[in-house]
Protein backbone atom coordinates (compact mmCIF):
# COMPACT_ATOMS: atom_id res chain seq x y z
CA UNK A 1 0.00 0.00 0.00
CA UNK A 2 1.38 3.18 -0.93
CA UNK A 3 1.95 5.96 1.74
CA UNK A 4 -1.37 8.11 2.88
CA UNK A 5 -0.77 11.31 3.05
CA UNK A 6 -2.11 13.11 6.80
CA UNK A 7 -3.81 16.08 6.82
CA UNK A 8 -3.92 17.37 10.78
CA UNK A 9 -6.54 19.61 9.98
CA UNK A 10 -8.55 17.18 9.16
CA UNK A 11 -8.38 15.57 12.56
CA UNK A 12 -12.23 15.92 14.26
CA UNK A 13 -13.72 17.80 11.57
CA UNK A 14 -17.41 16.98 11.17
CA UNK A 15 -17.38 15.34 7.84
CA UNK A 16 -20.95 14.17 5.63
CA UNK A 17 -21.02 11.67 3.22
CA UNK A 18 -23.53 10.54 1.17
CA UNK A 19 -23.49 6.48 0.25
CA UNK A 20 -20.75 6.33 2.45
CA UNK A 21 -21.72 2.66 3.09
CA UNK A 22 -20.08 1.06 0.40
CA UNK A 23 -17.98 1.73 -3.15
CA UNK A 24 -16.05 4.79 -3.60
CA UNK A 25 -18.18 5.81 -0.49
CA UNK A 26 -16.92 3.20 1.90
CA UNK A 27 -13.14 4.29 0.72
CA UNK A 28 -13.80 7.90 1.89
CA UNK A 29 -15.54 6.85 5.27
CA UNK A 30 -12.24 4.84 6.26
CA UNK A 31 -10.38 7.46 5.06
CA UNK A 32 -11.57 10.42 6.79
CA UNK A 33 -11.45 7.86 9.90
CA UNK A 34 -8.51 7.36 9.54
CA UNK A 35 -7.35 11.10 9.73
CA UNK A 36 -9.26 11.16 12.78
CA UNK A 37 -12.33 12.47 11.38
CA UNK A 38 -16.09 12.60 12.80
CA UNK A 39 -17.99 11.19 9.69
CA UNK A 40 -21.40 10.64 9.12
CA UNK A 41 -22.84 9.09 6.36
CA UNK A 42 -25.85 8.15 4.78
CA UNK A 43 -27.00 5.29 2.53
CA UNK A 44 -30.01 2.54 1.71
CA UNK A 45 -27.43 -0.55 2.14
CA UNK A 46 -27.60 -1.12 5.60
CA UNK A 47 -26.20 -4.71 6.11
CA UNK A 48 -23.12 -3.29 4.56
CA UNK A 49 -23.47 0.08 6.07
CA UNK A 50 -23.26 -1.25 9.98
CA UNK A 51 -20.21 -4.00 8.80
CA UNK A 52 -18.48 -0.70 7.74
CA UNK A 53 -19.30 0.65 10.96
CA UNK A 54 -17.69 -2.21 12.92
CA UNK A 55 -14.42 -2.38 10.75
CA UNK A 56 -13.56 1.14 10.98
CA UNK A 57 -14.44 1.39 14.38
CA UNK A 58 -11.90 -1.51 14.80
CA UNK A 59 -9.35 -0.15 12.77
CA UNK A 60 -9.63 3.35 13.61
CA UNK A 61 -10.72 3.56 17.39
CA UNK A 62 -13.31 5.66 15.77
CA UNK A 63 -17.11 4.27 14.73
CA UNK A 64 -18.35 6.78 11.96
CA UNK A 65 -22.15 7.60 12.52
CA UNK A 66 -24.34 6.16 9.62
CA UNK A 67 -27.80 7.25 9.14
CA UNK A 68 -30.11 5.15 7.38
CA UNK A 69 -31.67 7.19 4.64
CA UNK A 70 -33.00 7.97 1.27
CA UNK A 71 -31.36 10.35 -0.35
CA UNK A 72 -34.40 10.93 -2.41
CA UNK A 73 -36.32 11.83 0.45
CA UNK A 74 -35.02 15.41 1.13
CA UNK A 75 -36.63 16.34 4.17
CA UNK A 76 -34.77 12.82 5.60
CA UNK A 77 -31.29 13.98 3.83
CA UNK A 78 -31.62 17.18 5.70
CA UNK A 79 -32.85 15.95 8.81
CA UNK A 80 -29.46 13.38 8.40
CA UNK A 81 -27.17 16.17 7.96
CA UNK A 82 -28.78 18.12 11.01
CA UNK A 83 -28.11 15.11 12.63
CA UNK A 84 -24.85 14.60 11.92
CA UNK A 85 -24.24 18.19 13.45
CA UNK A 86 -25.74 17.43 16.61
CA UNK A 87 -23.75 14.79 17.08
CA UNK A 88 -20.45 15.57 15.84
CA UNK A 89 -20.17 19.36 15.57
CA UNK A 90 -21.24 21.79 12.82
CA UNK A 91 -20.41 19.82 9.03
CA UNK A 92 -17.38 21.81 7.17
CA UNK A 93 -17.03 18.91 4.75
CA UNK A 94 -19.61 17.91 2.75
CA UNK A 95 -19.26 14.76 0.10
CA UNK A 96 -21.91 14.52 -2.24
CA UNK A 97 -20.76 11.49 -3.37
CA UNK A 98 -24.07 9.09 -3.49
CA UNK A 99 -24.88 8.15 -7.38
CA UNK A 100 -27.21 5.22 -9.38
CA UNK A 101 -25.68 4.71 -13.15
CA UNK A 102 -28.27 1.97 -13.53
CA UNK A 103 -28.85 1.28 -18.02
CA UNK A 104 -31.62 2.42 -19.63
CA UNK A 105 -31.99 3.35 -23.04
CA UNK A 106 -33.39 6.49 -25.10
CA UNK A 107 -35.95 4.50 -26.71
CA UNK A 108 -37.47 3.77 -23.12
CA UNK A 109 -37.11 5.90 -20.63
CA UNK A 110 -40.06 7.30 -19.31
CA UNK A 111 -40.58 10.74 -17.42
CA UNK A 112 -41.00 9.13 -14.04
CA UNK A 113 -37.93 6.92 -14.69
CA UNK A 114 -35.67 10.34 -15.76
CA UNK A 115 -37.48 12.31 -12.42
CA UNK A 116 -35.80 8.83 -10.18
CA UNK A 117 -32.51 9.69 -12.03
CA UNK A 118 -32.18 13.17 -11.02
CA UNK A 119 -33.65 12.37 -7.80
CA UNK A 120 -30.57 10.09 -6.88
CA UNK A 121 -28.23 11.59 -9.52
CA UNK A 122 -28.42 15.42 -8.88
CA UNK A 123 -30.98 16.85 -6.74
CA UNK A 124 -30.21 15.78 -3.00
CA UNK A 125 -26.20 17.61 -3.85
CA UNK A 126 -27.91 20.98 -3.94
CA UNK A 127 -30.20 20.06 -0.84
CA UNK A 128 -27.57 18.49 1.11
CA UNK A 129 -25.40 21.95 0.58
CA UNK A 130 -28.51 24.03 1.38
CA UNK A 131 -28.34 21.94 4.83
CA UNK A 132 -25.24 22.53 5.60
CA UNK A 133 -24.91 25.95 4.40
CA UNK A 134 -25.82 27.27 8.33
CA UNK A 135 -23.09 25.60 9.65
CA UNK A 136 -20.33 26.09 7.29
CA UNK A 137 -20.99 29.59 7.61
CA UNK A 138 -20.66 29.53 11.30
CA UNK A 139 -17.51 28.40 11.09
CA UNK A 140 -16.20 30.35 8.61
CA UNK A 141 -15.84 27.92 5.61
CA UNK A 142 -16.33 24.30 4.87
CA UNK A 143 -15.28 22.14 1.62
CA UNK A 144 -17.90 20.78 -1.17
CA UNK A 145 -17.15 17.96 -3.34
CA UNK A 146 -19.48 16.87 -5.52
CA UNK A 147 -18.73 13.47 -7.76
CA UNK A 148 -19.05 13.52 -11.23
CA UNK A 149 -18.53 11.02 -13.57
CA UNK A 150 -15.87 10.97 -16.62
CA UNK A 151 -18.86 8.89 -18.67
CA UNK A 152 -20.14 12.36 -20.69
CA UNK A 153 -16.52 13.22 -21.74
CA UNK A 154 -16.11 9.68 -22.61
CA UNK A 155 -19.05 10.02 -25.10
CA UNK A 156 -20.03 7.06 -23.02
CA UNK A 157 -24.01 5.83 -24.04
CA UNK A 158 -26.50 3.58 -22.71
CA UNK A 159 -28.10 5.68 -19.52
CA UNK A 160 -28.64 9.09 -20.78
CA UNK A 161 -30.34 10.33 -17.90
CA UNK A 162 -26.84 9.52 -15.60
CA UNK A 163 -24.43 11.29 -17.74
CA UNK A 164 -26.88 14.09 -18.20
CA UNK A 165 -26.99 14.39 -14.22
CA UNK A 166 -23.35 13.83 -14.14
CA UNK A 167 -22.75 16.58 -16.67
CA UNK A 168 -25.18 18.49 -14.76
CA UNK A 169 -22.96 18.58 -11.59
CA UNK A 170 -20.11 20.41 -13.38
CA UNK A 171 -22.80 23.62 -13.53
CA UNK A 172 -24.14 22.90 -9.64
CA UNK A 173 -20.61 23.16 -8.57
CA UNK A 174 -19.56 26.45 -10.60
CA UNK A 175 -22.87 28.13 -9.75
CA UNK A 176 -22.28 27.22 -5.43
CA UNK A 177 -18.86 27.92 -5.56
CA UNK A 178 -19.59 31.98 -6.81
CA UNK A 179 -22.15 32.14 -4.16
CA UNK A 180 -20.22 30.80 -1.29
CA UNK A 181 -16.88 31.33 -2.21
CA UNK A 182 -17.65 35.08 0.45
CA UNK A 183 -18.24 32.60 2.90
CA UNK A 184 -15.21 30.97 2.72
CA UNK A 185 -16.99 27.90 0.96
CA UNK A 186 -15.26 25.74 -1.73
CA UNK A 187 -17.03 23.66 -3.94
CA UNK A 188 -15.37 20.77 -6.23
CA UNK A 189 -16.26 18.30 -8.20
CA UNK A 190 -14.32 15.32 -8.49
CA UNK A 191 -14.24 13.25 -11.24
CA UNK A 192 -13.73 9.29 -11.09
CA UNK A 193 -12.46 7.49 -13.91
CA UNK A 194 -13.82 3.36 -13.93
CA UNK A 195 -12.66 2.65 -10.22
CA UNK A 196 -13.09 -1.20 -9.19
CA UNK A 197 -15.45 -1.23 -6.56
CA UNK A 198 -16.94 -4.56 -6.29
CA UNK A 199 -19.97 -3.68 -7.75
CA UNK A 200 -17.87 -2.72 -10.72
CA UNK A 201 -16.30 -5.60 -10.96
CA UNK A 202 -19.61 -7.47 -10.44
CA UNK A 203 -21.54 -5.92 -12.98
CA UNK A 204 -19.60 -4.51 -15.68
CA UNK A 205 -15.57 -5.78 -15.87
CA UNK A 206 -15.29 -8.22 -18.49
CA UNK A 207 -11.92 -9.14 -20.15
CA UNK A 208 -13.03 -6.83 -23.22
CA UNK A 209 -14.04 -4.09 -21.35
CA UNK A 210 -10.89 -4.27 -19.06
CA UNK A 211 -8.64 -4.35 -22.42
CA UNK A 212 -11.04 -1.55 -23.76
CA UNK A 213 -10.29 0.75 -20.33
CA UNK A 214 -6.36 -0.04 -20.41
CA UNK A 215 -6.15 1.04 -23.98
CA UNK A 216 -8.20 4.32 -23.21
CA UNK A 217 -5.85 4.91 -19.90
CA UNK A 218 -2.32 6.14 -20.12
CA UNK A 219 -1.70 4.39 -16.80
CA UNK A 220 -1.94 0.68 -17.09
CA UNK A 221 -3.50 0.17 -14.01
CA UNK A 222 -6.99 -0.84 -12.32
CA UNK A 223 -8.12 2.77 -10.40
CA UNK A 224 -8.68 1.76 -6.58
CA UNK A 225 -11.47 3.46 -4.46
CA UNK A 226 -9.04 4.07 -2.30
CA UNK A 227 -6.97 5.98 -4.65
CA UNK A 228 -10.11 9.02 -5.84
CA UNK A 229 -10.48 9.01 -1.54
CA UNK A 230 -7.04 10.31 -1.94
CA UNK A 231 -8.14 13.25 -4.28
CA UNK A 232 -11.11 13.78 -2.06
CA UNK A 233 -9.24 14.29 1.55
CA UNK A 234 -6.85 16.49 -0.55
CA UNK A 235 -10.27 18.48 -1.71
CA UNK A 236 -11.58 18.66 2.13
CA UNK A 237 -8.21 20.06 3.69
CA UNK A 238 -6.71 23.26 4.06
CA UNK A 239 -4.10 22.03 2.05
CA UNK A 240 -6.22 22.87 -0.95
CA UNK A 241 -7.44 26.10 0.36
CA UNK A 242 -7.31 28.14 -2.50
CA UNK A 243 -9.07 25.90 -4.61
CA UNK A 244 -12.38 26.15 -5.76
CA UNK A 245 -15.00 25.76 -8.76
CA UNK A 246 -12.67 23.26 -10.35
CA UNK A 247 -13.07 19.98 -11.61
CA UNK A 248 -10.21 17.33 -10.24
CA UNK A 249 -10.19 13.81 -12.02
CA UNK A 250 -8.48 10.28 -11.08
CA UNK A 251 -8.95 8.36 -14.51
CA UNK A 252 -5.46 7.20 -14.97
CA UNK A 253 -5.36 9.46 -18.04
CA UNK A 254 -8.67 8.49 -19.79
CA UNK A 255 -10.34 11.36 -20.20
N1 LIG B 1 -17.09 3.35 -9.69
C1 LIG B 1 -16.86 4.01 -10.80
O1 LIG B 1 -16.21 3.49 -11.72
C2 LIG B 1 -17.32 5.44 -11.00
C3 LIG B 1 -17.02 6.06 -12.20
C4 LIG B 1 -17.42 7.37 -12.41
C5 LIG B 1 -18.09 8.05 -11.41
N2 LIG B 1 -18.37 7.42 -10.23
C6 LIG B 1 -19.09 8.20 -9.23
O2 LIG B 1 -18.50 8.04 -7.95
C7 LIG B 1 -19.51 8.01 -6.94
C8 LIG B 1 -19.46 6.72 -6.17
O3 LIG B 1 -19.54 5.65 -7.09
P1 LIG B 1 -19.59 4.11 -6.66
O4 LIG B 1 -19.11 3.35 -7.82
O5 LIG B 1 -19.01 3.92 -5.34
O6 LIG B 1 -21.18 3.92 -6.58
P2 LIG B 1 -21.99 2.70 -5.92
O7 LIG B 1 -23.21 2.54 -6.71
O8 LIG B 1 -21.10 1.51 -5.77
O9 LIG B 1 -22.24 3.24 -4.47
C9 LIG B 1 -22.99 4.38 -4.22
C10 LIG B 1 -23.45 4.32 -2.76
O10 LIG B 1 -24.60 5.14 -2.70
C11 LIG B 1 -25.64 4.39 -2.10
N3 LIG B 1 -26.93 4.83 -2.63
C12 LIG B 1 -27.44 4.58 -3.86
N4 LIG B 1 -28.66 5.11 -3.97
C13 LIG B 1 -28.92 5.72 -2.79
C14 LIG B 1 -30.04 6.43 -2.29
N5 LIG B 1 -31.13 6.62 -3.03
N6 LIG B 1 -29.98 6.93 -1.03
C15 LIG B 1 -28.87 6.72 -0.27
N7 LIG B 1 -27.79 6.04 -0.69
C16 LIG B 1 -27.82 5.54 -1.94
C17 LIG B 1 -25.36 2.94 -2.43
O11 LIG B 1 -26.00 2.05 -1.51
C18 LIG B 1 -23.85 2.91 -2.32
O12 LIG B 1 -23.41 2.67 -1.00
C19 LIG B 1 -20.84 8.20 -7.68
O13 LIG B 1 -21.17 9.57 -7.68
C20 LIG B 1 -20.53 7.73 -9.09
O14 LIG B 1 -21.37 8.30 -10.04
C21 LIG B 1 -18.01 6.12 -10.01
Redesign the pocket.
Known sequence: MPTRAVYPDLADRSVFI?????????ALTRAFAAQGARVAF????AA??RALVDAVAEETGRAPLFLP????DIPALQAAVAAAGAAHGDVTVLL??????ERHSVETVTPAYYDDRM???LR?MLFAAQAVLPMMRRRGGGSIVN?????WKLRNGGMPA?TMA?AAVHGLTRGLARDLGPDGIRVNTL??????????KALWLTPAAEAEMLAGQCLKIR?A?EQ?ADLALFLAADASGACTAQEFTVDAGWS
Open positions: TGGGSGIGAVDIAESCDIRNNAANDAINPFGSISYKLPGWVMTERQIPV
